[in-house]
């Protein structure tokens, strides 16, 4: 079965510091990686996706994470947070084993707060 | 851009009530889903939904739940009898073809009494 591990319930930075949200992942097989970020009051929106291809993926908003095997990580990452940033993100893994399943695991969430 | 819709945003029932929550999925989306989220917990999958039937459930899915496709665009869920801990943010996505990306709609809040 696979999970994801978020560090950190909490992250803050000032306007203009890099973002790094980090995401470790369990999975017995090749797995299939998300971002999501969630803005108040609103639904899960898809930042990036890691499908085994390219190990570094860039999403919106300027966005990028690097899948690193060996160390089982994809952690999210942003230059310069600008303060619309500002929202919960959820790292999430699907397993890569085809079929009609699409169940993606969820992290916990991080809630990201960037300050003047 | 094409979007999951839920109706209602915000719904408010009495412990014991039925209560049915609208999705409307993008329209030639083939697989469904219920996702959950408790306040401050992990973001749960429910239930998926292809070719008119269910293709996994998870174990909080049980018989207190059902799902359905009436027509060519609503999916709807169900609870039966609701519980104090049925309250949570759900979620309906859709998805066009397995390897597409899953689209979430903004989310129902329902509160038991």
């Known amino acids: 079965a696979q999970s994801v591990t978020q560090l950190g319930s909490h992250v803050s930075v000032s306007e203009g510091a890099l973002v790094l949200l980090r995401c470790n992942y369990s999975?017995?097989?090749?797995?299939?990686l998300f971002w999501y970020v969630q803005y108040p009051n609103q639904g899960l929106q898809l930042l990036l996706k890691?499908?085994?291809?390219?190990?570094l993926v860039k999403g919106i908003n300027g966005f990028e994470a690097e899948f690193k095997k060996s160390e089982t990580s994809f952690h999210l990452t942003k230059p310069s947070a600008h303060m619309s940033d500002a929202a919960e993100y959820f790292c999430a893994v699907r397993q890569n084993s085809g079929g009609s399943n699409y169940k993606l695991t969820f992290g916990k969430g991080t809630l990201l707060t960037v300050n003047p | 851009e094409p979007e999951v819709t839920q109706t209602p945003s915000h719904q408010v029932t009495q412990m014991g009530q039925e209560v049915i929550l609208r999705c409307v999925p993008i329209?030639?989306?083939?697989?469904f889903y219920w996702y959950r989220q408790i306040l401050g917990q992990k973001v749960e999958f429910l239930v998926s939904f292809y070719n008119n039937e269910i293709s996994e459930k998870s174990e909080i899915f049980d018989d207190q739940f059902s799902v359905e496709r009436p027509d060519g665009s609503n999916f709807t869920l169900k609870i039966r009898s609701t519980k104090l801990e049925d309250s949570a943010m759900y979620f309906c996505a859709s998805l066009l073809v397995l390897n597409s990306p899953l689209h979430f709609g903004n989310g129902t809040r329902l509160t038991v009494t």
């Open positions: 890691y499908t085994s291809a390219a190990t």
């Open positions: 329209s030639n989306h083939l697989y």
């Open positions: 999975s017995s097989v090749p797995p299939y």
